[in-house]
């Protein structure tokens, strides 16, 4: 259905997934969002998601971070729910969780090893899930990844809640060094029906060399990698963004930025999280869709993908546009809302 529409019909059909405003919903109907990651060397990632997630229209947007990122990731923006409830090798608390000669054994270890092996679940099991598992009920789509950094009780700690998020059946978008961690374990989310993971060029290789598929740089290619994930959603960053789950593909090519600021993936992955909410929303009939043919499931979570990729090339062009080689990921966070306004809201599209 999808494939032969023009990117005008497109973007007319993707507001009929957009949650409208309606004086009957209550606070958290249009999304709550969760993002897990962030830790003492990367702060700005997680908060771009999050922020991004709340300008497209998430209600609630949370941050679950490194206990030592807390502090600085709060102090950014004061409407962002931010939890400290991860844990880096190097942070002094985890010693009170296990003697100190197990983290010097986990230190010497293979990081593969260390991830994918159970050392490390005791403590998670018993001093890190306790504070998260109760959160995961009230959460309707997860970002992972966004400045996780590859610390390996960050890793393994991730690694137990995607299979919490799992068991729940609830959307998953898998991103930056989660999807380092997909790349170790491929059976991480392989076959799970709402999972997206969204590489950029470098991470596509990387995956492509895992399935042991050859990168030839084209939409089949990204067909290929869903196909050998189990037909997980894949919508590949670069030129264009190629976005494939099952038969389903899309190719968004609209004028972005000439900038390749740090960032703007992740505000790419938390304005897809807000749309995908929208697009369960919809299929749930959360309010009157009224259309000739209802969109399914794989189409609506495509569909979703590509709103997302196009609102932030429209902010980021319109950022571009105004600061020039200037222009930082903070900027295309200035322009997310009036972007929305241009392509979504019922007026003529521009």
Known sequence: MLHRKTHEELLKLARTIVQPLRTSFYKGQAGKIAVFGGCQDYTGAPFFAAHSAA??????SHVFCEKQAATVIK????????????????????????????WDSVKQMPLEEAVSGPTLDEVIEKHILPQILGALERIDVFVVGPGLGRDPLMLRTVFRIIQEIKVANKPLILDADSLFLLGMLLDLVKGYEKAVITPNVVEFGRLCRAVGIDNDDTPETARKLSEQLGGVCVVKKGREEVIVKGETSLANDMTGSLRRVGGQGDTLTGAMATMLVWAEHYRDGFWDASQEERLGP????????????????????????KYNRAMQTSNIHEFLGEAYTELFEETPLR
Not at 307 to 320: E, H, N, Q, T, Y
């Open 55 to 60: 300008l497209v229209g998430a209600d609630l």
């Open 75 to 102: 102090g950014y923006l004061p409407d962002l729910m931010v939890h400290p409830y991860l844990y880096e090798l190097l942070n002094p608390v985890v010693l009170e969780f296990a003697p100190k000669q197990m």
């Open 298 to 321: 794989h189409d609506s979570v495509v569909l979703a993908c590509y709103a997302a990729c196009a609102l932030v090339r429209r902010a980021s062009s319109k950022a571009f546009s």
